[in-house]
């Protein structure tokens, strides 16, 4: 049974970077098999998929939300089966909850079917 | 950009009613379409996928369909715990969700 797991500060100020951490139990992400990633949700509101990463032949390829896309940063540190993400230059709009997720591919639709509980990341001085 | 236009944004609904969902996208996206299920408080949870796929574990009730812009997520007779908020998503170029459907007693 795979475990995702969120973890990172909760309160970050204007203009700083958000940095949240993911550790994935029950699969490794180097395995190639799936996307590892990063959905939000501002309270209230609908979700919006962030970023995700994936491993293919020796090589780590990513994709970002366009809307955000020069503020972003995933990565992935496959020794302690994790993966990151990097949000700068934050404002209010940032405050979410953030979840790390996996989406498989046993569909050409890649679903998502497995989440973290999510954490949420308020984002004010 | 994908534009993703779900619908009703919110409804009422009674135990043992048939309720329908419908997501319309901006563009052709085969049957890259996924549908969830969330809770107050807590993660998504996969319903739906490809369409029309129903994911393992989950009831019988539910039910996907269409392809190329048009899709609609059935519930056939609605049960006490599927009130909740329900979201379609593309996978055929980049990710987008919709914007939500929340669907509470009348």
């Known amino acids: ?125 | 950009d994908i534009q993703m236009t779900q619908s009703p944004s919110s409804l009422s609904a009674s135990v043992g009613d048939r309720v329908t969902i419908t997501c319309r996208t901006s563009q052709s996206i085969s049957n890259y379409l996924n549908w969830y299920q969330q809770k107050p408080g807590k993660a998504p949870k996969l319903l739906i996928y490809a369409a029309s796929s129903l994911q393992s574990g989950v009831p019988s009730r539910f039910s996907g369909s269409g392809s190329g812009t048009d899709f609609t997520l059935t519930i056939s007779s609605l049960q006490p715990e599927d009130f909740a908020s329900y979201y379609c998503q593309q996978s055929y170029s980049g990710r987008t969700f919709g914007g939500g459907t929340k669907v509470d007693i009348k």
Request: net charge neutral; proline share 6%.
């Open chain 1, 1 to 125: 049974q795979v475990q995702l797991q969120e973890s990172g500060p909760g309160l970050v100020q204007p203009s700083q970077t958000l940095s949240l951490t993911c550790t994935v139990s029950g699969g490794f992400i180097s395995s190639g098999d799936y996307y590892w990633s990063w959905i939000r949700q501002p309270p209230g509101k609908g979700l919006e998929y962030v970023a995700y990463i994936f491993y293919s032949g020796n090589t780590y390829y990513t994709y970002y939300n366009p809307s955000l896309k020069g503020r972003l940063s995933i990565s992935a540190d496959t020794s302690k089966n994790q993966f990151s993400l990097n949000l700068s230059s934050v404002t209010a709009a940032d405050t979410a909850v953030y979840f790390c997720a996996r989406a498989t591919p046993y569909s050409t639709s890649w679903p998502v079917d497995y989440w973290g509980q999510g954490t949420l990341v308020t984002v004010s001085s």
